[in-house]
């Protein structure tokens, strides 16, 4: 159940250059079933930064009834996020949307996790429950520079992690997409998440396969009221069929919406 | 006595609060949250003949306390309106104002004439005010002779009472407001957004899509007030007034302005309980400040207290 | 090279940054804190004929990301700004806009020729947007013909370059500009406020002793914005751009959306050095960007960088 | 000179019913010369309590650094500064204006000070620099309530204070105006600040004394250059003359300006 919460900072760092690590409590957490899933933070009371701001859900921790998201401070929102300090509110409304479908991978099986800058965090959760579940999993982590990669070593610790940047300065040079290529790596299902462009060479690879990418758009409502965040749907003939990605996705299974 | 129960054309409301057309969808999502019984009516999303997808995303932008939307008016078509979505709100017991759009005057005509028929719908909004659409829309919502044709034409439609969506991007409000009574609305609502624009500095390209698209929120309050002092002194029909409210002294001051009933909008998306807390709340703030019933606030900012003992509108 | 010099008819700048006319006085408060000459031009507040008290306080209300204000066009006079405030003023190597207002086409006609013979003035800012007064002011901004008219009269008159400062408050402001330019101004300075209320809810009053008032702050911005980069695209004479500006950044945006430079009105009262840390804050703004000069971000929104190299304004 | 600084709070406390005293530190204080004078305040950083708020200087410590507020939560933004706690900032205008004349009363006169509600606080400053002089200090301070009382012990310190409330419920029951005559209060120099009702007594009063009244207005800039504070000027007959509150004023000599 979605549920509005304001939520208590227990801790809040810097993990990387301007990324960001943070952890809530709250009884919200109680809702928090399916990794890919996001929130919605309102992050002044006020008319500052005033709508909501989308932010996946990249750790969940029931015992502790905490949960934690990676972002990157890039516009007014997330600034005054990371400004944000232990013990202070945030106004939490989730968890929202479909995440990714566990249930696809079985155990033995080998999935495929790609991420892409701040498209990396909703996977981390999503790993730990395929290792759990006894799923082979691997990892390819795509940064812009070696400053900005994060949580490498906590992908190492759940499976075999691939890292590249753009210039190059860690990991391989280049794109996921490369890596997966050069390395030859071969999976069973394929989870993805990132900027559209690299959705988009997945989705040109991979269509028959058994993938699912997580999309990213301006958001309104969050929760499929307002139609800000729709997607058309792939070969509709009457070009007016649509997913809203707050609530039928942010994850949709390869093929299904237009990119 | 109900201190917040407010009749109004077609319209017997249980409070004055309801949220506004693009605003709650067609009432499912918010349902999640609250009860939706608990609402005065609830102002569906506009409906047009055909289905309409809108305009390519990114749909809506930030702005200082407030937001701007170029959705384009997507919606499912009439017939998924009349079969689905208004049977399904139908288990409430919640007045529906069906907010009606089309490009061309038959198209208005045809959707008022249809969705005037499902029982639940107790009043038409007409939307001749959307800012994010090509044809149609706006232009029916800036000269007054068109936009009393198409009332006029929409009203021998409907089996309900039309209200008309004011636009707030026009030179005159009070003389479209006069051209629109005369007509024959049954009332008037307002104000739809403001056209407005953000440039994303990374790209040097407008964010939205579409390029402008409607300034809603807090931002737009002043504004919406100013025209609804205007036009309700002008008209002897009731306003349903919009634009930026967030809380129960919002609704208030939207009643001294002339308001008969008010609309939450964006409100809606920073926090989904806001209806049912300005309707938790209205009381409180009637008490504070000594009304025994709600509609004793109405049009307080121009009535002469000294001479009129003014009850309900 | 100056990275931020702009050439305007009239007013050659060394930075396209300058206070709104009202928002700066005569310059002598702000004189307190930095050195005027850092400043493009100054924006004088309006001046008529007659001396003026303006409207009765209260005269200004907050609103959400904004104020409203009615000052009423409280000068001192076109005489006293001849002989004491212009003079004063005179001491700084900075171009001087005056702001021209009246309730008749003769009160514009007089001041704009007495004013624009002072050595300083090297522009003249027609205002006919006020929405403060009865008489004259927003009148003359609302009816295409009646401005062009009134351009043409004031343009005989002056020997300085003649800008008009356009109201926001019409629904179609692309045809304004137009007759404007048509009718010989030089260039456009817009947005002026758009007239908004508050209500007291403790009295149930209007705020403001006038009423209604003028909107002014970032919370108009993206309606600025909007009318910018209609108006610019429309038109071949320059765009002051204004309304809601507080940052660099912002100042990018306004030119990104088609000013050739812009003013800085409200937020002066909140920061009183804020036209000096945009000025200062510019060169970084255009390195991040990638800008060697501010004109290249001229209508960059709506320009097509693929066909044509666009230098200067 | 009027300075702009973002000053720490060294101490906040509610001191009657919505009554805060608020003390703020740095080097703004060094300008501080005249009681009666103001600052303005910018609350939030960002466009909530969009425009600043004048509030009188009460107390000035140069030693410390640290001046003193007396304010009432009333609206928005005198309820976001009441939230503020000690080590946050707060961005300050000052001071403002000018203050009441200290030289109007001289050694061995006697001065009377009155204050309603929220115009109050500034007389404490100007009754420590009147007891300095020598001068002799009578203070009528006029209430709503019991509860909203404050400063009566400091101000008893400096000399006679007569308290008044609207209900009765401490001191006599009434309006200042009734307790100098009851009191038969007599006095070389009167300063005055509260709600403008009060000063039209006053005024009504005491036109011909060496009477010095403080006026409220709703303001913009707060440093003359906006227009929005304006008042008339007694016979002034053109109609156009005016003095502004913030840079003329706040304090005007009985009798000089329209109240
Ligand atoms: C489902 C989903 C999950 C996300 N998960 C993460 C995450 O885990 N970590 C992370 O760092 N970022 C994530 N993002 C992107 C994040 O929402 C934006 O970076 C953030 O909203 C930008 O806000 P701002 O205050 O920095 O920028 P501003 O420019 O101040 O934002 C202004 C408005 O634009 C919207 N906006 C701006 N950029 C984006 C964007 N890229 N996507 C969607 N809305 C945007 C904001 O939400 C806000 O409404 C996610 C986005 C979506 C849709
Ligand atoms: C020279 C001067 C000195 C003052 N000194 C004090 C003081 O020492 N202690 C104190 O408690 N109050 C003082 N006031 C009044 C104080 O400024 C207002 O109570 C305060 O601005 C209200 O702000 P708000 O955020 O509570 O209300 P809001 O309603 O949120 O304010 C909205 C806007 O209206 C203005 N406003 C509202 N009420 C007033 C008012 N009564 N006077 C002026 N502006 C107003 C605000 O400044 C703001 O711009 C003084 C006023 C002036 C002019
Ligand atoms: C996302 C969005 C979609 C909207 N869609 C419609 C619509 O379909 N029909 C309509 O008449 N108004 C529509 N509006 C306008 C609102 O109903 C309302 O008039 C306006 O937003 C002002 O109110 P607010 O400030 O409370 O949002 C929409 C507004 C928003 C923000
Ligand atoms: C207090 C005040 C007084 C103003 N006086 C004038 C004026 O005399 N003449 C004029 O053309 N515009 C006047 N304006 C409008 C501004 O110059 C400017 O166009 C408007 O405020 C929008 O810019 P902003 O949002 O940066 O303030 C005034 C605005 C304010 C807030
Ligand atoms: S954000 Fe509102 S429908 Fe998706
Ligand atoms: S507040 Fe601006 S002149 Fe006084």
Partial sequence: ?259 | MNRLHVELPGLSLKNPIMPASGCFGFGKEYAQFYDLNKLGAIMIKATTVEPRFGNPTPRVAETSSGMLNAIGLQNPGLQKVMTEELPWLDQYDVPIIANVAGSQIEDYVEVAREISKAPNVHAIELNISCPNVKTGGIAFGTVPEIAAELTKLVKQASSVPVYVKLSPNVTNIVEMAKAIERAGADGLTMINTLIGMRIDLKTGNPILSNKTGGLSGPAIKPIAIRMIYEVSQAVSIPVIGMGGVQSAEDVLEFFYAGASAVAVGTANFIDPFVCQTIIEELPRILDKHGFDHISECQGRSWKNYATTTYRGS
């Fill in chain 1, 1 to 259: 159940m979605i549920k509005k919460e304001m939520m208590r900072i227990v801790s809040q760092e810097g993990i990387a250059d301007d990324i960001f690590e943070i952890t809530l409590e709250g009884s919200l957490v109680k809702e928090m079933h399916q990794p890919g899933q996001f929130v919605h933070l309102k992050i002044t009371e006020g008319p500052e930064a005033f709508l909501r701001r989308p932010i996946s859900i990249a750790k969940i921790n029931k015992e502790m009834n905490q949960f934690t998201m990676i972002y990157r401070k890039d516009g007014l929102g997330t600034r005054l996020l990371s400004e944000k300090i232990v013990d202070q509110k945030v106004d939490v409304l989730g968890p929202l949307g479909n995440g990714f479908p566990v249930e696809e991978a079985q155990s033995g099986e080998t999935a495929l996790l790609v991420g892409g800058g701040i498209g990396v965090p909703p996977l981390y959760e999503l790993s730990k429950r395929l290792v759990k579940k006894g799923v082979h999993v691997i990892h390819v982590l795509g940064f812009q520079t070696n400053s900005a990669v994060f949580y490498e070593e906590k992908f190492r610790e759940l499976g075999s992690t691939y890292v590249a940047t753009v210039d190059g300065s860690r990991g391989s040079k280049g794109f996921v997409t490369d890596v997966i290529k050069t390395e030859g790596l071969v999976f069973d299902t394929l989870y993805a998440c990132g900027p559209t462009p690299m959705l988009k060479a997945l989705e040109e690879n991979y269509r028959g396969y058994n993938a699912y990418l997580s999309l990213e758009e301006r958001m309104g409502c969050g929760i499929g009221a307002c139609f800000a965040c729709v997607c058309h749907v792939q070969n509709d003939s009457l070009g007016h069929a649509y997913k809203k990605v707050c609530s039928d996705g942010p994850v949709f299974k390869v093929g299904e919406v237009v990119l």
